[in-house]
Structure formats: structure tokens, C-alpha cells
């Protein structure tokens, strides 16, 4: 049997996020400078995602920092029909998802901080690297 590849591995994490949290409609990992690296669904318009999360932790990042509040942690778009949760995973990558409605936003919330507590350490630059090749 042969291992998967990194970006293999990153779409089954993702997928068991996605498929584990009712109202989750989409999951994807971005880069903070605009370019997607893995996403889980496949009408999840992942290229326009990264850039306008980039976009968004650009922002929200500054006012952070013109706040003097800390680091960015997560950010929270709330739309008519839906959510759009942003959590970094570090300086350079940010676990993106967008939600029904009636998603609980606790346990989406809660599903994304465990991803990146328990497989950040996947989410290395040399991963991200053979991820988008």
C-alpha cells in the first residue's frame, strides 16, 4: 500500500471535519498571502475564497494590531444565509469555512480549533509546499 501524499492527507483531515459537522458546507486551507491549498468540497469556489481571506485577516489583522490586542485567532463573517468563520493556523495559513444558516457555530467553531490544535503540526511550510504542487 503506498502513503498518501501531503496533500492527500490534509483533504482527508479537512473531510472528516466537514462530514462530522452538521451545517458545515464547505472547509478549505488558504494561504495568508491569497492561494488555496486544499479545500474539501468541490463547489467550494476555493481560488476567490483565498483571496478574500487573505483580504479579511489583512484587515482584521491590522486592527489588531492597532488595537494592541493580541494576535488574530479567528474572525467571523455572518451572512443572511450563512457564516463565514476564518482561524489562523499560523503566520502563514488560515483554516477557512463557510456554513448554513443553522449551523451550530459553537461546534463548527469548536471542530476548526481541534483541527488546529491536534494537526497543526502537519500543516508545515514543507507540507504546504508539496500540498500545491
Not at 452538521?22 to 491569497?34: H, I, M, N, Q
Request: net charge negative; glycine share 10%; proline share 4%.
Amino acid at each position: 500500500m503506498t502513503e498518501a501524499n501531503p496533500q492527500q492527507r490534509l483533504r482527508w483531515l479537512l473531510g472528516d471535519v466537514l462530514m462530522g459537522t452538521p451545517g458545515l458546507r464547505a472547509l478549505a486551507l488558504v494561504s495568508t498571502d491569497g492561494l488555496p491549498l486544499v479545500a474539501v468540497d468541490e463547489h467550494c469556489p476555493v481560488e476567490e475564497l483565498a483571496t478574500l481571506v487573505a483580504g479579511i485577516n489583512g484587515l482584521a489583522g491590522g486592527l489588531t494590531a492597532l488595537l494592541e490586542l493580541g494576535g488574530l485567532k479567528r474572525t467571523v463573517v455572518t451572512l443572511d444565509e450563512g457564516t463565514l468563520v476564518l482561524m489562523s493556523v499560523d503566520a502563514t495559513a488560515c483554516l477557512a469555512a463557510y456554513t448554513s444558516a443553522d449551523c451550530d457555530l459553537s461546534v463548527a467553531a469548536f471542530q476548526m480549533a481541534r483541527l488546529v490544535e491536534q494537526a497543526g503540526h502537519v500543516l508545515t511550510p514543507h507540507v504546504r509546499q508539496e500540498a500545491t504542487r
